[in-house]
């Protein structure tokens, strides 16, 4: 049976690793190549790592940094930040990192997703929404670092990713992320019924029982987690962690 | 020496790595002579399947690998897309596959009211079907990554040496002979892929 997949989700900026709350306020938490290392030895099952500078700041993917990681990684990867174009996922691959991770450039251009997908397969092409409530309570995909909202709604843009080839979707409340608050399950819910690929859930996982709720109650594929794996509690210093193996495979 | 074969497509450098940490010499090409003085082939593979077949045939590798499997009969092993390649044929495409492993490819399908997510993509664990070489040494904890939406099915069972469950078994690894595919990923599977590359580095 296929197992339940919890992902450590880390953000890179310039050359290092950081985490944020809500999409702000990064803080340096280390060198990414020391914390692939320390992920290996604990065989955790995947990691997504995303540059929240590429976009915001028009720059390229890091290929130089990905490169490097990738060489340490002996678990699937996956990149977002700043990809655009054709060229630059073919990049990423060539690299050795097996799934690009698709979110502000494909607003403009759906197709980008069916050009990925078409040579290098549906898996190979992360959708990630952004999803953040707005002043009424009314949940919206935004993009570019929350900058930008989409006029669809998170259920209509999941089933636009999909319709353009996305195998994978990346969920996550920009409200939650950073908290310690567990997941917004009720938007996770609706998009994995509303669509047949898997969902990665993603902001605010806290402690075990939250990833629980995710996989039991949002029915998500998989979890992802950001400032539980890289600090020692909530307002304690950093430390590169993973959950307890025996308490993850008691989740199902 | 392993020869890693390139024809623009797969995880080369992640293959590369693993090999190199097992303490396994090995070379990327695409390069005519140096494939057929191959003493070992890995074909990977990540993608679509027409789009690797044209890909092989722009750099007139097919014939060469054909020879190199069943002639010379030296260790070939298909990862992934590699391991599809071998078969005669895929329901993802219309080129003609290598053939070099009775069997075919098609596409995974559920029922609707099934919960099961195309592609199979994660961590999944394997049973050993028909005993092989690859395999010695594996337990029942041996677990893989695999990233699909397609599916090998052998003509013969007996060519089938892993299986793994999803909505059903299926095909997990292959062999005919001397060729050998995993539809896992081997190099993303940490110690587990370890294991399996090592011993595809002693056959």
């Known amino acids: ?88 996922a073919q990049k990423i691959f060539n690299i050795g990192i097996e799934k690009v991770a698709i979110n502000s450039s494909v607003h403009e251009n759906l197709n980008l997703i069916t050009q990925i997908s078409e040579v290098y397969g549906s898996q190979a092409v992360i959708g990630v929404i952004d999803v953040k409530k707005n002043f009424f309570g009314k949940k919206e995909v935004v993009y570019n670092s929350a900058n930008n909202k989409s006029k669809f709604s998170p259920n209509e843009w999941a089933q636009k990713l999909v319709n353009a080839g996305v195998g994978e979707i990346l969920v996550t409340s920009v409200d939650n992320e950073g908290t310690w608050s567990g997941f917004d399950i009720e938007t996770i819910k609706s998009i994995t019924e509303s669509v047949n690929v898997p969902v990665v859930a993603n902001g605010g996982a806290g402690n075990v029982e939250h990833l629980k709720d995710a996989i039991v109650k949002g029915k998500a594929s998989a979890v992802a987690m950001g400032s539980m794996v890289v600090y020692q509690k909530k307002d304690f210093g950093v430390l590169i962690n993973f959950p307890n193996k025996q308490l993850l495979n008691e989740i199902k | 020496m392993i020869t890693i074969i390139n024809y623009g497509l797969g995880n080369l450098g992640s293959v590369q790595n693993m090999l190199k940490r097992i303490g396994a010499p090995c070379k990327i090409t695409s390069d005519l002579k140096e494939i057929e003085e191959a003493e070992k082939i890995l074909l990977p593979g990540v993608g679509a399947f027409d789009s690797a077949i044209q890909k092989i045939d722009e750099l007139n590798l097919r014939s060469v690998l054909v020879h190199k499997a069943k002639v010379d009969k030296i260790p070939f092993l298909g990862i992934c897309l590699g391991m599809q390649l071998l078969t005669r044929s895929s329901e993802e495409g219309i080129l003609s596959g290598l053939d070099l492993v009775p069997a075919k490819t098609i596409k995974f399908k559920f029922e609707n009211t099934s919960n099961l997510k195309i592609p199979h993509m994660g961590w999944n664990y394997v049973t050993q079907n028909t005993p092989s070489k690859l395999t010695e040494g594996f337990t029942a904890d041996h677990r893989f990554y695999f990233v699909h939406s397609y599916k090998v099915v052998c003509d013969n069972p007996t060519n089938s040496i892993l299986k793994t469950n999803y909505g059903g078994d299926f095909d997990s690894a292959i062999q005919n002979e001397n060729v050998y595919g995993t539809q896992f990923h081997p190099e993303k599977s940490h110690k587990y892929g370890m294991h399996l590359l090592t011993n595809f580095s002693k056959i």
């Not at chain 1, 310039?14 to 990414?32: A, C, E, Q, R």
């Not at chain 1, 190549?33 to 990691?47: A, S």
């Not at chain 1, 390229?60 to 655009?84: D, H, R, S, T, V």
């Open chain 1, 1 to 88: 049976m296929l197992l339940i997949r919890y992902i450590p989700c880390l953000l890179l900026k310039d050359n290092g690793l950081v985490k944020t709350v809500k999409f702000k306020n990064p803080k340096y938490i280390g060198d990414p190549i020391n914390t692939v290392r320390i992920f290996n030895e604990k065989e955790v099952d995947e990691l997504i790592f995303l540059d929240i500078d590429a976009t915001p700041k028009n720059k390229e993917p890091n290929y130089k940094l990905l490169a490097e990681i990738a060489n340490e990684c002996f678990m699937p990867l996956a990149y977002g930040g700043g990809i655009k174009t054709f060229d630059q």
